[in-house]
């Protein structure tokens, strides 16, 4: 059972670090077989959470037959209507099964209540955004949120998930969405589950690079999460929008649960460019070191929307072709959460601080700290000046995090000597 007190999540007493990996379309498009192996992989990684929507994603692969979520009928212009006030028995009797296989292997099942196509007014279902001509069901009509969210909750309670709420939706008032309609559909959401479940764990999963949550639906929640998302600033935001929510006084977890994925398009690029290990590795430390330290999620090109060369009904998605899911299983950078992980466990169990940015030679250079340890995170290779945080001179740990080789550092008049780095570098001092 997961709680939470202070920063931090909790399993059975236990700091529990959320290292999700990101698979919305499981319930769907995933056969058993797959997913056994799925989930073996990952648990050997080191992720002890999945994150899941829990009815269809509209913009993954094509489902199995039998894995609609409601009686579907199809369109000629490709959208299809669900008849929501019937439920396909087949469909959530087969999720229970994937969440059962997750529970033998000590997983925590992270679900997504209700996406953001499935609510009027929000960006997905903008008539003049990119989405538009996407085929995506009706939204669900506001009388049918309770009996379903009633039913989902009763049936998948017993897995101790966390929830969460919303999926990918903003609140911003932009004029591309209307938060009022979004607030009255999401408070009616959580209001349903915690009826059913009021010991749940409720976050909501708010759209990329964006901190806006209404105050009726921020004061449901356990804990804080985001995405830095996929775009040009992404990395940016990693940083800047857990330093703003603790100078704004926010005091419990903070989670970035949607790093750039690995393998996707960055959205913005003037140059077509895949996301590499390297930019997940480099936007996970930093906003680590910046006070999202409770966890992180993790995502590949392939595995989230469940990509099979050898299935029909792929998606191009607009961008740059989906990985096959069996080659994103050899992706780097889910090796590199799982050390970023025990790392934070090893050194920081007992939680960290950031560092004042002002008193780091460079911003790009990101530092937190506790009573034992300074760990600082410098993204290319080259002396990093810390003489304005007092360290002493001596011996230091460096780790080069594209090797995971551990060096032996030095420290002279505040200076940590450059080591034969190619990328980037986890440098740990002890105090």
């Known amino acids: 059972m997961i709680t939470t007190k202070g920063k931090y999540l909790y399993k059975d007493g236990k700091r529990f670090f959320y290292l999700a990996d990101t698979c919305w379309g499981a319930f769907t498009s995933v056969t058993m077989p797959d997913w056994k192996y799925y989930l073996d992989t990952r648990k050997r990684e080191g992720f002890n959470t999945i994150q899941i929507n829990v009815l269809r994603q509209y913009d993954s692969t094509k489902p199995l037959p039998g894995r ?35 529970q033998k292997l000590d997983m925590v099942p992270v ?12 960006w997905m279902n903008d008539p003049n955004g990119f989405l538009a001509r996407a085929p995506k069901p009706q939204v669900m009509p506001f009388d049918c949120i309770k009996p379903f969210i009633t039913y989902v909750v009763n049936r998948f309670k017993k897995y101790n998930p966390i929830y969460f709420v919303t999926g990918d939706v903003g609140f911003d008032d932009n004029g591309k969405q209307n938060p009022e309609v979004e607030e009255k559909y999401y408070q009616e959401v959580v209001k349903a589950a915690k009826a059913v479940d009021p010991e749940g764990i409720y976050t909501f999963h708010i759209n990329g690079e964006s901190k806006a949550l209404p105050e009726s639906l921020a004061e449901q929640a356990q804990f804080f999460s985001f995405q830095s998302g996929h775009g040009l600033t992404g990395e940016k935001a990693a ?40 930019d997940v590795r480099r936007t ?58 025990d790392t934070v466990l090893r050194y920081a169990a007992d939680g960290l601080e950031p560092v004042d940015s002002s008193l780091l030679e460079s911003p ?3 530092a937190a700290e506790n009573d034992g340890y300074l760990l600082v995170y410098n993204p290319v290779a080259n002396p990093v000046d810390l003489s304005k945080l007092n360290v002493k001179d001596g011996q230091c740990k460096i780790v080069d995090l594209q090797t995971l080789r551990p060096l032996e550092g030095s420290i002279k008049h505040g200076v940590v000597a450059m080591e034969p780095v190619v990328e980037d570098e986890l440098i740990v001092i002890k105090k």
Not at 80 to 92: A, C, H, L, P
Request: proline fraction near 5%; hydrophobic fraction near 35%; aromatic fraction near 16%.
């Open 68 to 102: 609609e979520p409601f009686p579907i009928k199809y369109h000629d212009d490709g959208t299809y209507e669900y008849d929501y006030s019937q439920f396909n028995e087949e469909y959530f009797d087969n999720a229970e099964k994937m969440l059962k296989e997750m």
């Open 239 to 278: 940083v800047e929008i857990p330093v703003s929510k603790r100078i704004e006084g926010y005091d419990g977890p903070i989670i970035d649960a949607e790093l750039c994925y690995e393998g996707l398009t960055q959205f913005g690029a003037s140059v077509p460019h895949r996301f590499t290990a390297y």
């Open 111 to 122: 679900l997504v209540l209700l996406w953001g196509n499935f609510v009027p007014n929000t």
């Open 364 to 366: 790009t250079i990101r």
């Open 284 to 341: 996970a430390w930093k906003t680590i070191l910046s006070g999202a330290d409770a966890g992180l999620g993790y995502g590949t090109f392939g595995i989230w929307p469940w990509n099979d060369n050898y299935r029909e009904g792929q998606k191009e998605l607009g961008m740059l072709k989906p990985y096959d899911w069996r080659e994103c299983l050899k992706f780097r950078g889910a090796k590199d959460m799982g050390f970023l992980k």
